[in-house]
């Protein structure tokens, strides 16, 4: 077995393909090494407990960190920019617990460059309870000015505290590919 030093593997062709190994065979990266897919990623979340508004749709303050691999999320803004263009998916988990009477509706959104990409409606929810509402999506970000964020809202009731803990409050995200 050898090893080939080199900066640059480039087709002969212009826009043609370069193969590495054949069929069945495994190709082992070096430690440390990052495939270009799945990053940027985050994971971030709160250990602060935020009371919204009636029917008020209010940015999730997710200001701690899991991880952040290129340095995207805001703990700021609450807000995640990535520095590379490509798919993207994201998850948002958000549990709520109600303290007095119940809410008609409670949501929570993914928001991309401020317009609602992802929800998840829960409607008819009982005194003194808790849920958890999760949504997922896929979304493509151009690398420079594209943004997402997470929020909460609820109609109707008088009181809800969304839970803290990053368990209990979190949002992630990663790339996917071009």
Known sequence: MGTIKTTNIEPIADNGTVTLGSSGDTITTATGAKPSFLYPAFRAYTDTIQTTSDGVATKAELDLETYDTDNCYDTSTYRFTPNVAGK???????????????????????RKNGSDIAESVENSRSTNNHGTHTVSTTVEMNGSSDYVEFFLFYAGGSSVIWRNNSDRQFAEGFRIGT
Not at 89 to 110: E, G, H, P, R
Request: hydrophobic share 40%; proline share 0%; no cysteine.
């Open 88 to 110: 993207y998916y994201f998850n948002w988990v958000a549990q709520d617990n109600y303290t007095s009477s119940a809410a008609t509706s409670v949501q929570i959104y993914i």
